[in-house]
């Protein structure tokens, strides 16, 4: 097995005080010979133009309470949700951006609720869109409803799977029994013919779980394995998110395991970051909560398993910049966690929206963005997380906070400036003393399920 060079004597990046620069024989990493572009799969298209993924929730309702939902989800129907013949003319419009059609995820609160999901797959599917679907698991997901929906055209559907036990599982999702059922869940989805995903939420209690999460994932037969970084909005304020060197270690470990399975991360950009540091050989120091994963991570798997496929290259997508969100009734935003509307598809083009509201351009201009992201040399292909931003300093356009990264150029030329807010950390001539830190968000009105 060969392993990444890495950098070393007068050549190596100084440590950050606290985290260990990492050795070559501590990460058990496929050798690569691309370059750091191809190192991150880029849109073939203009996302000014059209999105790569539309996720749109068809409901609200939901018979589960998990504890890190973005929508507080209800029990019952809102009145004033999208209906059939409204979510028909939505497709439509989706379909009109033309070839390459947009990726169209049904999520909710639980869209097996709907009792037309069907019809709308259908429809969907006739005009050329590829369907996927999101659920919860619930009494809902049986055999026939899958081969129903499969016989419309459904293509993949993602199941969530939080924990490696049933205790860790169950907790977050407000149930006893449900980490059986997902496991029954995601043998049935596969054997009615989709592709399955499996989405995983990290936060500090089920972090240390991942190794063996992922080899249970694994298993299952998932073509891809999400894991989703908690933004503490909703009923995840609750919850308990990794801090930034925390996040770090965990995408250094992802990508050194995802020789063994696909990986793609949700709110953690950064993974593109590393891909393409990791392409030049240059990877970045690691701490402690990567010495555990990986420790654990090899008492699991042997060190070949960890290189037996190519890597998948994540893909360079980011909050109204590829990626788009639709709630149950209509209005249409960035991404679930950011509570910026941009009009309604029931008085409003869809594609309008998309392609003309200024919010939605806002986010498409990376070099804007204030603090480290907006000098960063990979914000093109990488632009942080606009929902941690949003979620911590309630400024969509602030840095990323969850990223350990801090850029050269920032360094160099800002250093009496907040890294995160781009404000100045001392007073300024005019005697105007900045900010010492904005309020977080009082509320999560969205979230995106992720497929």
């Not at 260990?20 to 000014?48: K, N």
């Not at 790569?52 to 989800?73: G, M, N, P, S, Y």
């Amino acid at each position: 097995m060969s392993t990444i060079p890495q950098p070393h004597g007068e050549d190596a990046a100084p440590a950050p005080a606290g985290r260990p620069a990492s050795s070559p024989a501590s990460r058990p990493t496929e050798a690569t010979t691309r370059g750091p572009r191809a190192a991150v799969r880029e849109l073939r298209h203009d996302p000014d133009d059209r999105p790569f993924i539309v996720i749109w929730e068809v409901t609200r309702a939901c018979q589960l309470v998990c504890k890190h939902c973005r929508a507080d989800a209800q029990t019952r129907f809102h009145p004033d949700q999208l209906t059939l013949e409204q979510g028909k003319t939505l497709l439509d419009d989706i379909a009109a951006f033309g070839r390459p059609t947009p990726i169209v995820v049904l999520t909710g609160g639980d869209p097996f609720e709907r009792r037309d999901l069907e019809d709308l797959v259908a429809h969907g599917s006739a005009i050329g869109l590829s369907m996927a679907l999101s659920p919860s698991v619930t009494a809902n997901v049986t055999p026939d409803r899958l081969a129903a929906l499969n016989a419309a055209g459904g293509k993949a559907i993602s199941l969530s799977l939080d924990g490696s036990r049933a205790e860790t599982h169950d907790a977050f999702r407000g149930f006893g029994g449900t980490y059986d059922a997902t496991l029954v869940a995601a043998q049935q989805v596969r054997d009615a013919g989709f592709r399955l995903q499996i989405n995983s939420t990290v936060a500090t209690r089920t972090v240390d779980e991942l190794p063996d999460l992922m080899v249970q994932v694994k298993g299952m037969g998932a073509h891809l394995w999400s894991i989703f970084f908690l933004v503490p909005t909703g009923r995840g304020q609750a919850l308990q998110a990794l801090d930034a060197d925390q996040v770090e270690d965990v995408l250094q470990w992802a990508q050194d395991c995802s020789g063994y399975i696909a990986i793609k991360t949700t709110e953690a950009q950064a993974y593109r970051r590393v891909a393409m540091q990791r392409a030049t050989g240059d990877a970045p120091p690691h701490g402690e909560l990567y010495d555990r994963l990986m420790t654990r991570t090899l008492e699991l798997v042997s060190p070949d398993e960890l290189v037996n496929r190519r890597s998948r290259p994540p893909l360079a997508t980011n909050a109204g910049r590829g990626f788009v969100f639709i709630d149950h009734l209509g209005d249409v935003y960035p991404s679930g966690f950011l509570p910026y509307p941009c009009g309604n598809v029931k008085s409003d083009s869809f594609r309008g929206i998309y392609r003309e509201h200024e919010t939605m351009q806002s986010l498409r201009r990376p070099d804007t963005f204030r603090g480290k992201c907006g000098v960063c040399e990979f914000n093109q292909v990488c632009g942080g997380s606009r929902s941690h931003a949003y979620a911590v300093t309630a400024d969509m356009l602030a840095s990323d906070p969850t990223c350990a990264y801090v850029p050269p150029r920032w360094a160099t030329d800002h250093a009496d400036e907040d890294p995160i807010t781009g404000a100045r950390t001392a007073p300024i001539e005019l005697g105007i003393t900045p900010v010492s830190g904005a309020e977080p968000a009082a509320e999560n009105l969205r979230a995106a399920a992720d497929c």
